[in-house]
């Protein structure tokens, strides 16, 4: 009998700490980036798309950024494009600005339809980053505004916006191709968005005995990648959470996109990936 009581009790104090988060973030809006490996798995797409879903249920406003690097490097190669990045940027020549368009706009319509599948109002948008072109990369640019209008009206009539990172020079009438993460913490700004969470397929940000780290500052982060222990991959997800907390953002997440990893994330204690806070 005390099992069973204890049982009850654990399941009541769940159900009384998921409403509190759920009262706190109503009408908030969350900022999620989703690309990465991730975007070619199925079963993470699923997932991710349940988990905003739920999100989107207890009035959370939600914004959906995606990625495509993997697709695009791919298909690059097998056209013999020469595929190189400069501090996680792509170099985009003419030729490879074709396909970086062809595969983003692929990536959007594909998430936008499966949102739909699962009975998610989506919508897939573009062309509301307006950009100036960067130096020495070719056609990539840097965000100079967002046209946060459209994404905003959307919001009120309960759609999930997508949208394609793709950039636009109205000045030069050209098409430029932004880093997704870059855009994403604009978005964010832009938004007054509360959290910023960036999806991927690791469960979050591990120390050196590859245990995971709930919870980190801006200045371990710097800490951790001085000292080696963030590397390679995890440095650009960690330096867009920093930029977005940097914007204004009041904390960023590094979650797994599989299973319910988002949602015990956010309506739990202990979470589930690792979050960055300020200080």
Same mark, same amino acid.
């Not at 640019?141 to 459209?150: H, L, R, S």
């Given at each position: 009998?005390?099992?069973?009581?204890?049982?009850?009790?654990?399941?009541?104090?769940?159900?009384?700490?998921?409403?509190?988060?759920?009262?706190?973030?109503?009408?908030?809006?969350?900022?999620?980036? &989703?690309? $990465?490996?991730?975007?070619?798995? +199925?079963?993470?797409? /699923?997932?991710?798309?349940? *988990?905003?879903?739920? !999100?989107?249920?207890?009035?959370?406003n939600v914004v959906l950024i995606h990625g495509g690097g993997?697709?695009?490097?791919?298909?690059?190669?097998?056209?013999?494009?020469?595929?190189?990045?400069?501090?996680?940027?792509?170099?985009?020549?003419?030729?490879?600005?074709?396909?970086?368009?062809?595969?983003?706009?692929?990536?959007?319509?594909?998430?936008?339809?499966?949102?739909?599948?699962?009975?998610?109002?989506?919508?897939?948008?573009?062309?509301?980053?307006?950009?100036?072109?960067?130096?020495?990369?070719? &056609?990539? $640019?840097?965000?100079?505004?967002? +046209?946060?209008?459209? /994404?905003?009206?959307?919001? *009120?009539?309960?759609? !999930?916006?997508?949208?394609?990172?793709?950039?636009?020079?109205?000045?030069?009438?050209?098409t430029l191709n932004i880093n997704a993460d870059f855009a994403?913490?604009?978005?964010?700004?832009?938004?007054?968005?509360?959290?910023?969470?960036?999806?991927?397929?690791?469960?979050?940000?591990?120390?050196?005995?590859?245990?995971?780290?709930?919870?980190?500052?801006?200045?371990?982060?710097?800490?951790?990648?001085?000292?080696?222990?963030?590397?390679?991959?995890?440095?650009?997800?960690?330096?867009?959470?920093?930029?977005?907390?940097?914007?204004?953002?009041?904390?960023?997440?590094?979650?797994?996109?599989?299973?319910?990893?988002?949602?015990?994330?956010?309506?739990?204690?202990?979470?589930?990936?690792?979050?960055?806070?300020?200080?």
């Amino acid at each position: 009998m005390q099992h069973v009581y204890s049982i009850k009790y654990v399941l009541t104090m769940e159900i009384s700490e998921s409403l509190n988060y759920v009262k706190k973030f109503k009408g908030e809006t969350f900022v999620v980036k &989703f690309g $990465g490996s991730t975007l070619n798995s +199925e079963d993470a797409i /699923i997932s991710v798309g349940k *988990n905003l879903k739920y !999100l989107m249920g207890v009035g959370i406003n939600v914004v959906l950024i995606h990625g495509g690097g993997p697709l695009i490097s791919n298909t690059m190669k097998a056209l013999n494009l020469k595929v190189n990045f400069y501090n996680g940027e792509r170099i985009t020549d003419e030729k490879s600005l074709y396909v970086v368009i062809g595969g983003l706009f692929a990536i959007n319509k594909d998430l936008a339809e499966k949102m739909n599948r699962i009975d998610i109002k989506a919508i897939g948008i573009s062309g509301i980053i307006l950009a100036k072109k960067k130096e020495n990369l070719g &056609f990539v $640019g840097e965000v100079e505004d967002v +046209e946060t209008g459209v /994404i905003k009206c959307l919001l *009120n009539e309960g759609f !999930l916006p997508v949208i394609n990172p793709l950039g636009i020079d109205i000045k030069n009438l050209i098409t430029l191709n932004i880093n997704a993460d870059f855009a994403a913490t604009e978005i964010a700004q832009k938004l007054n968005a509360k959290k910023f969470i960036v999806l991927t397929s690791a469960k979050g940000v591990l120390d050196r005995d590859k245990n995971l780290i709930r919870k980190l500052t801006l200045k371990q982060c710097d800490e951790m990648i001085a000292d080696g222990t963030i590397t390679e991959g995890m440095i650009p997800k960690i330096k867009s959470c920093k930029e977005a907390i940097q914007k204004g953002v009041e904390s960023a997440h590094i979650v797994c996109a599989y299973e319910e990893s988002l949602i015990n994330e956010i309506f739990t204690e202990t979470g589930s990936g690792t979050m960055i806070v300020k200080e």
